[in-house]
């Protein structure tokens, strides 16, 4: 109590620059305590220092506008509501937390084979979908589903982890077959095609499963064929808590030093057992911080 009386007696000025050296939630959290806290804690000061240095070029990859009276207002409404940036194909946003920069790439620019051919995959409009459009898998042996961000563009000194975005349709099928995800750096620019995708994961276990678990122990039960993996020493399904009806599988992590000069690569992919899949409703690929 008696340090906060000390701290009582300062400057607004001075309380906003201790304030703005915590994260937004201890901001929010300081704003409830008293009137003076709250003029120093809402402040432009403060939250300044809490959005990116570049918020102001990633509002300019925008066509929508954000009428924002205040830069608390302003973080609060990025971390509330992503706004699609590069036409439509990625979204941006705050994590309410921290402050970090978050993405979603939208499921037309990332690399999906036979992607573009309507016998193997459909692309669809959905009220639900943070873009305008998702596509839907209707047929293949060979499921890969790849993106990519530059590093430059995440928050630096930061673990961020990627998640593949979906849903399952009514007619899902094959998707009980262990697939496998991985996150990894490469060069700035970097061509898909080497090496290639069998060579990048070799070795890697088969661990996921992008149907979840209820679903699958359902399938056993009914009986339905499905072949031995020994391989899998630890399974992973998806989480289905997100909030928003769609189901996110975690692909991987990378630590974001802030001084690379590269992309990160995020795959998922299926294309050992030739078993044929179908029912994946793809929306994008998310990249976000890891909270403490």
């Known amino acids: 109590m008696e340090n906060a009386a000390v701290m009582m007696d300062l400057p607004e000025g001075c309380i906003a620059n201790v304030i703005g050296l915590t994260t937004p939630r201890d901001a929010c959290r300081l704003s409830l305590t008293s009137t003076d806290f709250k003029s120093a804690a809402d402040s432009d000061a403060v939250w300044d220092k809490f959005l990116p240095p570049d918020t102001s070029e990633m509002l300019s990859r925008s066509e929508s506008a954000i009428d924002a009276k205040s830069k608390k207002e302003l973080f609060l409404t990025l ?38 051919t309507p016998i193997y995959w459909t692309w669809k409009s959905l009220p639900e979908s943070r873009f305008k459009e998702a596509v839907e898998l209707r047929l293949v042996c060979w499921l890969e589903i790849r993106g990519r961000i530059e590093t430059r563009m995440m928050s630096p000194s930061t673990t961020y982890k990627a998640f593949l975005v979906y849903k399952l349709t009514g007619d899902t099928y094959g998707l009980h077959w262990p697939a496998v995800v991985t996150v990894g750096a490469r060069a700035y620019g970097f061509d898909y095609e080497c090496p290639g995708l069998k ?37 992973k399904f998806p989480n289905e808590g997100r909030g928003d009806g769609w189901l996110e599988m ?43």
């Open 79 to 116: 971390s509330d509501n992503p706004i699609l940036i590069d036409d439509g194909k990625m979204s941006f946003s705050l994590d309410k937390w921290s402050g970090k920069k978050c993405y979603m790439i939208a499921a037309r620019r990332l690399r999906i084979a036979w992607g573009d």
């Open 199 to 235: 060579e990048i994961t070799a070795g890697i276990k088969r661990t996921v499963f992008l149907a979840p678990q209820r679903v699958i122990q359902s399938e056993l039960e009914a009986g339905r064929r499905m072949r031995p993996n020994h391989e899998i020493s630890e399974a």
């Open 250 to 292: 975690e692909l991987g992590e990378f630590h974001c030093q802030g001084d690379e000069d590269g992309e990160l690569e995020m795959i998922c992919c299926e294309i050992e057992t030739g078993m044929s899949k179908r029912g994946l409703l793809v929306q994008g690929i998310e990249v976000r911080p890891e909270r403490e």
